[in-house]
Every structure is written in C-alpha cells, then in structure tokens.
C-alpha cells in the first residue's frame, strides 16, 4: 500500500479491505507512510530525523527560531516536528509561530512548499536572504530540484529494496516491523536564488538505514 503523499494528503487504509486481508493470513507492508495500525508492516522515510537535521541547518545558519508550515495534520508531520523540537532542544533555539529577522522556515509538504512559492511576499523575503526556508516534500516530488530550494530527499529508489525485503521475510503471526530509511540533505538556497547558504555542512550526506 503506497502513502507517498502522507504530508499533503490524508492516508486512510480501508478497513474492510484490511479485515479482509488479515482473515487470509496476506502480508501487507506500507510504503511511504506510518503504518495506521501497528499491526502492519510499514517502510517509510525517517521523518523524525528530517525535521531535526532541517531545524539543525537553519539553526547552524544562525536563525534566531525556526518556524514549520504544513497543510495537513498527521502522524508523518508530527513526526517532522518532533525532529525539530529536539534540535531546538539541543541548540536552544526556540520553535515559533511567526517570522522575524534572522527566521527560518521548514516547509512540510509539496503542498506548503507550492503554497510558499505562490506567496509574493514570502518569495520576495527568501530571495533577498531575509528568510531562511528549507523544506521535506511529499515523496518523489522533485520541486525542491526544480525551484533549488534545500530540501530533505529520500527517493523511491531508497525504500523500494526494503519494502521487497519486508514482503518477503514476512510470516503469518509475525509481529510487525517498520523500517525507517533516512534521507540525504540537499542544500541548495537556504537564503535565496540571489545568496547561497554558507554552512560547513556536506552538500550531500548519507546516513545507514535503521530497522526499528
């Protein structure tokens, strides 16, 4: 069962087809999305580690507080804030509501990430360096790429292969294993076409998938 738009959209599972399912004993895995049940297998992106090493950059640029900005509430955007609240945790800078001088912005969502790009005022900020914003947008959107905004990236290419391997190694009576596959930080503009990002960070970095 593919969620890959579980930042912008809700993901329900239909429950029939679930009882259905379970009675003969199927194996089910969820790609994309926190698994609904905890009865489900689930392969999905570390969102928790995105909104902590989003926060992190924007903190380590020297943002004075860091704001989020999504369309939709869910497991998978809680997830992103919690990740934030644990850099502000470690760096003492606060998670705020609204903008100021020296703020940063995560957008969760190729939704808010669209609804950014429409904002004249929002843009005209970004673009002369007086906003910080970065984003994690739904699965496999390449608007980030396209708009050169830095952005938290995981591709299908990454979760396919452990999806399989959960399909395969799953067994009637099994309990349930959700993996969680980080992504790479790609920074582009934190600060605008206009002014690149200066950071000591690597443009890209890998980290080890972590089977939890």
């Given at each position: 069962?593919?969620?890959?738009?579980t930042l912008s959209e809700p993901?329900?599972?239909?429950?029939?087809?679930?009882?259905?399912?379970?009675?003969?004993?199927?194996?089910?895995?969820?790609?994309?999305?926190?698994?609904?049940?905890?009865?489900?297998?689930?392969?999905?992106?570390?969102?928790?580690?995105?909104?902590?090493?989003?926060?992190?950059?924007?903190m380590r640029l020297g943002c004075?507080?860091?704001?989020?900005?999504?369309?939709?509430?869910?497991?998978e955007t809680d997830a992103v804030?919690?990740?934030?609240?644990?850099?502000?945790?470690?760096?003492?800078?606060?998670?705020?509501?609204?903008?100021?001088?020296?703020?940063?912005?995560?957008?969760?969502?190729?939704?808010?990430?669209?609804?950014?790009?429409?904002?004249?005022?929002?843009?005209?900020?970004?673009?002369?360096?007086?906003?910080?914003?970065?984003?994690?947008?739904?699965?496999?959107?390449?608007?980030?790429?396209?708009?050169?905004?830095?952005?938290?990236?995981?591709?299908?290419?990454?979760?396919?292969?452990?999806?399989?391997?959960?399909?395969?190694?799953?067994?009637?009576?099994?309990?349930?294993?959700?993996?969680?596959?980080?992504?790479?930080?790609?920074?582009?503009?934190?600060?605008?076409?206009?002014?690149?990002?200066?950071?000591?960070?690597?443009?890209?970095?890998?980290?080890?998938?972590?089977?939890?």
């Amino acid at each position: 069962m593919v969620a890959e738009r579980t930042l912008s959209e809700p993901f329900e599972i239909d429950n029939r087809l679930l009882a259905q399912a379970q009675r003969r004993q199927t194996s089910m895995v969820v790609v994309g999305g926190c698994a609904e049940s905890p009865k489900l297998n689930a392969c999905t992106v570390d969102f928790v580690d995105a909104g902590f090493r989003l926060a992190e950059h924007l903190m380590r640029l020297g943002c004075k507080s860091v704001g989020l900005r999504t369309t939709i509430a869910s497991r998978e955007t809680d997830a992103v804030l919690n990740g934030a609240r644990t850099a502000s945790a470690r760096y003492g800078v606060p998670i705020a509501d609204s903008a100021g001088e020296d703020h940063g912005l995560i957008l969760v969502g190729s939704k808010a990430l669209d609804a950014f790009l429409h904002d004249a005022n929002a843009t005209a900020a970004w673009r002369a360096g007086k906003l910080a914003v970065c984003c994690i947008a739904d699965l496999g959107d390449a608007l980030p790429s396209e708009q050169g905004i830095t952005a938290y990236e995981t591709s299908t290419e990454d979760l396919a292969p452990w999806a399989a391997k959960l399909m395969q190694e799953a067994r009637p009576g099994s309990r349930p294993v959700e993996y969680l596959v980080p992504g790479r930080l790609e920074i582009r503009h934190t600060l605008g076409q206009a002014q690149a990002a200066t950071t000591s960070e690597a443009a890209s970095r890998d980290l080890p998938r972590v089977a939890i």
